[in-house]
């Protein structure tokens, strides 16, 4: 399945893609959680399934004809993991992690597929990341290797859009990483039934304006979503709408020569082989 969060008549509701038409969750199961994390959190992702086996035309909303949030709006934790693709920290020059580099980012920052990102008035310093997101369908801490992927949702898209100067200012990034609308996910989750185990060797792309500016697999990724569970809950009890960011693959903008910084009028586009594109324009930020 497919799974979103669309805005109808002002507000947020649950949906599953069905071709070119969305099937409303709210129609066809009448009582259902209003949110995803709650979703996988009860168990219902399988009454999902099959509701949406059997809809009625009555229940399905032309896709065009409404705006995608983020699929998980307000997820308890995102997880973001830096220098994660080996090709990727061997062109920054830096050290290949030992063990992964985490930072967090908060939901604030991150905007829905053809939502505008914002390049913020204090940097032009604003870097693209094609991302993939393991999304967490079942909580638990001290997660063993054999079990990890059973916690697993699906897997959903993120351009992790950031402001390098601000990154480096100090030794840990998360002023780089979160400025306001500067990074987006979506346009949905497919559940993991649908893809390889842990989403292992799906082709990873970022295009900017129709030029393809970073191309790799997943099979590049230096800790695999397995070990990632398994070391991030052995710290912290992973919940159900939790969201890993499993890291970027080589060809980000700052390491080119001259660098190259999404700009005002941009159109940025990241793809994951089974998953879909996720596709932003650029804006400049504004104050009233």
Known sequence: MRLLTFVQDGSARLGVRRGKAIVDLAR?????PADWPSVFAS????DVAQAVAAVPEGALVAADSVRLLPPIP???KILCIGLNYRSHAEETGLPIPKYP????????SIVGPEAPLVRPALSDNFDYEAELVAVIGRGGRAIPRERALAHVAG????NEGSIRDYQFKASQWAMGKNFDAS???GPEIVTADELPPGAAGLRIQCRLNGETVQDS???DLIFDVVTLIVELSAVMSLEAGDLIVTGTPPGVGFVRKPPLWL???DTCEVEIEGIGVLRNPVVAETHD
Not at 101 to 108: L, T, W
């Open 43 to 46: 168990g219902a992702l399988a």
């Open 263 to 265: 700009k005002p009028g």
């Open 183 to 185: 990074g987006s996910m």
């Open 74 to 76: 307000r997820p308890p």
């Open 101 to 108: 580099i985490v930072f967090p980012r908060y939901p604030a």
């Open 217 to 219: 697999t997943t099979d």
């Open 155 to 158: 897997y959903t898209l993120c």
């Open 28 to 32: 066809i199961l009448p009582g259902a």
